[in-house]
């Protein structure tokens, strides 16, 4: 049974519930699967309105295999239409009245034409998940995932629902700073979900300084977060994998949790344990108006943003003395 984390944001129960899902996820299709209906049942049961799984969770995330076919099976077993059933039973159980769970947000593999994408799904009573309109597909991908996937266009994907509009991101979609923006600005969505395999281990070091960290990949993750939601004055929800790699070793951050449109950090998972994050009576449009009230830098900046655009940057060649 996976540890759950609760916590109650406000007491308007009009408001959703959200969790979000700080999964171990392994190499083996059958066991992600099953562990993703356990949590799917967890959410049932403790009145979840939204659920929000990580990047790749029924395949774990790809290698570098060295041309032996390995990554090639796992993704063709795990591809979204060979999980048609599970896919099936989740979406048969879900709700439609505010009183349970409504959506569940999964990212996985699948084919198109010729071609294989890294996808992001949504699930709910009244959408065919299989309909590209409601489908964003990765558009950023290292050069790892360039071995097995092809880019997405930059067509973003919104969701309206009655507790506000949501915009999506994946993994490394999150570097992307102008992506972020056009889901806030353009889009007008109250939260953007990010779903991850986002690595911990890099180093970075400033010797002369005193200062290093072997953990440099979790900061940028904690970091990026907190500014996606600052800069743009919405909700950050990132559901991101935690825990070693099955084939590789390489160790993934975890840290999922909720960012406020103020760029405070509300909740976030466990770095080391697979764990859920439930958060109650989240009040996504409310907040924001709040947030803005106090501070709406957006107003002056859709005052600048639309002539800098325009007229672009004149740099000047200043004399060098010599």
């Known amino acids: 049974m996976l540890r759950l984390i609760e916590r109650v944001f406000s007491d308007c129960e009009d408001c959703p519930s959200v969790l979000l899902a700080n999964m171990h996820v392994t190499?083996?299709?059958?066991?992600?699967?099953?562990?993703?209906?356990?949590?799917?049942?967890?959410?049932?049961?403790?009145?979840?309105?939204?659920?929000?799984?990580?990047?790749?969770?029924?395949?774990?995330?790809?290698?570098?295999?060295?041309?032996?076919?390995?990554?090639?099976?796992?993704?063709?077993?795990?591809?979204?239409?060979?999980?048609?059933?599970?896919?099936?039973?989740?979406?048969?159980?879900?709700?439609?009245?505010?009183?349970?769970?409504?959506?569940?947000?999964?990212?996985?593999?699948?084919?198109?034409?010729?071609?294989?994408?890294?996808?992001?799904f949504i699930l709910h009573h009244s959408l065919d998940y299989n309909r590209e309109e409601f489908i964003y597909d990765k558009i950023f991908l290292p050069p790892l995932e360039q071995l097995y996937f092809q880019q997405g266009t930059d067509r973003r994907l919104t969701i309206e629902t009655k507790w506000g509009t949501f915009g999506f991101l994946i993994c490394y979609d999150l570097c992307f700073v102008e992506m972020a923006r056009k889901y806030a600005f353009k889009d007008k969505v109250d939260a953007i979900v990010t779903m991850a395999h986002w690595r911990s281990e890099a180093v970075r070091e400033y010797d002369r300084m005193n200062i290093m960290t072997d953990h440099y990949y979790g900061y940028l993750w904690d970091l990026m977060n907190s500014s996606k939601a600052a800069y743009n004055q919405v909700w950050s929800l990132a559901a991101n994998a935690v825990g070693h790699h099955q084939v590789t070793g390489d160790y993934f951050w975890g840290g999922s949790g909720v960012w406020a449109p103020s760029g405070m950090k509300l909740i976030q998972a466990s770095n080391i344990t697979a764990e859920l994050i439930l958060v109650r009576n989240l009040d996504l449009r409310g907040q924001r108006r709040k947030e803005q009230d106090d501070f709406d830098y957006q107003i002056d900046f859709a005052r600048f943003f639309k002539p800098i655009e325009e007229e672009g940057s004149c740099p000047q060649q200043l004399p060098i003395k010599s």
């Open 27 to 120: 190499s083996d299709v059958e066991l992600n699967l099953a562990r993703m209906e356990e949590v799917v049942q967890l959410a049932h049961t403790h009145g979840a309105n939204i659920l929000i799984f990580p990047e790749l969770c029924v395949t774990g995330y790809v290698w570098e295999d060295q041309g032996r076919g390995e990554v090639e099976e796992l993704l063709a077993a795990g591809e979204n239409s060979r999980i048609a059933p599970t896919i099936k039973r989740i979406r048969d159980g879900l709700r439609d009245d505010g009183k349970g769970l409504e959506y569940v947000f999964y990212n996985n593999v699948r084919r198109k034409d010729d071609g294989r994408y890294n996808s992001t």
